[in-house]
């Protein structure tokens, strides 16, 4: 193999695995949004479903799924900047500006600036919750439920989380249909189905996780 038959085909591979590890989050969103739910139930029902995931039989099978799921987080982003360089490299970066494509949305043309806060947000995010959850130095009448509640008094974690969640958002309205693309499911009929699909689960998504700041700031004392 030539060397840029290699070169093409790795990035090929690298693309496919963005497409599929993107799909995987795109997944394991909806089910923290599921599992998210608990918090509107209420404190109780927070906890003991917080206790269910970690402290029962399925504790295991968490800890394993958190693997895959830090793996795939881990892929989707290691390729994505691997990828950019490259294109930054071949488009041959300070000797001419090339113009956007005219057909190209702002969601498109600034995924890489999305995806490096939403990761930013992430190491927070984790911090706040995951961390605090399980190896935190709590207080022991102090549930986890009463973490989220401080978390989202904070106006300055309250303002990160809903900046986090316009930009993931956008970085969800392009990245949904981009990975079918690079898939190869392409079709006259099916596209702009998935497009939709895409735009509307990426609206979707970003105000329903954006709710929970929101609710706890305002209405929960
Ligand atoms: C803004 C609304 C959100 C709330 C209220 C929320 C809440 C939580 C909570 C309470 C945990 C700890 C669960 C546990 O360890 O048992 C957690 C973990 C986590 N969250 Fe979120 N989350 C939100 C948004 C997001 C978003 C947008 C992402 C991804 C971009 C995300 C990614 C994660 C990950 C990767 C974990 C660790 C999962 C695990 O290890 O089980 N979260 N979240």
Excluded: C
Excluded at 10 to 15: E, H, M
Excluded at 40 to 45: I, L, S
Excluded at 73 to 91: E, S
Excluded at 153 to 173: E, I, K, N, Q, S
């Amino acid at each position: 193999m030539g060397w840029f038959t290699r070169t093409f085909s790795y990035s090929i591979g690298k693309k496919l695995i963005m497409a599929l590890t993107g799909l995987f989050l795109v997944i394991f969103l909806l089910i923290h949004l599921f599992g998210n739910i608990f918090l509107y139930v209420g404190k109780d029902a927070f906890n003991s479903y917080v206790h269910t995931l970690n402290e029962t039989g399925l504790k295991i099978p968490i800890k394993i799924l958190e693997v895959f799921l830090a793996l795939g987080f881990l892929f989707h982003m290691v390729d994505a900047v691997w990828l950019w360089i490259k294109n930054r490299i071949a488009r041959g970066v300070g000797y001419k500006i090339k113009k956007p494509d005219p057909d190209s949305t702002f969601a498109s043309r600034n995924m890489i600036i999305s995806a490096l806060l939403i990761f930013v947000f992430l190491v927070v995010h984790l911090r706040n919750f995951w961390y605090a959850f399980h190896y935190g130095d709590k207080a022991p009448d102090v549930t986890n439920f009463d973490i989220v509640v401080s978390v989202f008094h904070d106006p300055f974690y309250v303002t990160l989380y809903l900046v986090a969640m316009v930009l993931l958002g956008l970085h969800l309205y392009h990245g949904f249909q981009s990975a079918f693309q690079t898939l190869g499911l392409n079709h006259k009929k099916y596209t702009p189905l998935i497009v939709g699909l895409g735009r509307f689960y990426a609206i979707f998504v970003s105000l329903a996780f954006a709710s929970f700041p929101i609710y706890f700031f305002f209405f929960v004392r």
